[in-house]
């Protein structure tokens, strides 16, 4: 393609003068057409991944050969391995997954949460994960969901759901303490109290709403 400055014209025909006034014509520079690359970045994150698996792993078979070395008598390396794992898990799930944000915010604590009771038992089980972790986690994701109402005003209803399990997740630390798993009863019996209050609050604030919700949920 050219163009001819006197006419100020594009031509498309393959020739070194304007057909209208015999000037000579400047060559202009084509541009492909070219979609853009929208997975430049997921490439990227994935390479960075993959570079912190290798280093992770590298550094946990040190810190595992220190441990073994210096017969401290604690397995303290297994715990850098777990903060590791949770730390790759973090990219991979919230940064590559595929999840919205809400399965993503609530996994990922839960998670934390496992990780917090696997690093007891490592340290010598003295129960403080599942006494006071597992109950602060639970209302930990009660107030993100609180939160994610709030900033998602207009879908609110779609909680109602994530709501009902946290409740449900409530009454599994009630039972772990009545069978014995878990020994220090208020936070658990607090934990219960919050995602059961917040689950109630939106069914009667939300009303018609929440109602609608339940029904499309539940087939009623």
């Known amino acids: 393609m050219s163009r ?3 006419c100020n014209v594009e031509i498309l025909e393959e020739t070194d003068r304007c057909p209208l006034c015999n000037s000579v014509l400047e060559k202009t520079i084509e541009v492909e057409d070219m979609y853009p690359d929208v997975q430049l970045r997921v490439r990227k994150w994935a390479l960075a991944a993959r570079i912190y698996l290798f280093l992770a792993i590298l550094v946990e078979v040190l810190l595992v050969f220190i441990n073994i070395v210096s017969e401290s ?4 390396s297994a715990v ?7 730390g ?7 940064i590559l997954g595929k999840s919205g944000y809400k399965s993503k915010t609530i996994i990922l604590t839960l998670i934390a949460v496992l990780v917090a009771v696997a690093i007891d038992f490592v340290v010598g089980y003295r129960g403080w994960a599942v006494n006071y972790a597992l109950p602060a986690g639970i209302m930990l994701i009660d107030a993100g969901i609180l939160a994610l109402m709030v900033i998602n005003r207009r879908n609110w209803q779609s909680y109602l759901m994530w709501q009902i399990l946290m409740v449900f997740a409530g009454l599994t630390i009630l039972l772990f303490y009545a069978v014995g798993i878990i020994t220090v009863f208020y ?6 109290a919050v995602s ?4 109630l609050g939106t069914v009667i604030i939300g009303d018609y709403r929440a109602r609608e919700e339940l029904k499309r949920r539940f087939y009623i």
Request: charged content about 5%.
């Open 88 to 94: 790759y898990l973090v990219v991979r799930f919230a």
């Open 80 to 86: 850098t391995g777990l903060a590791f794992l949770y």
């Open 73 to 76: 008598g604690i397995w303290w």
């Open 187 to 192: 936070p658990s019996l607090l934990a219960f």
């Open 196 to 199: 059961l209050f917040l689950f």
């Open 4 to 6: 001819c400055r006197q």
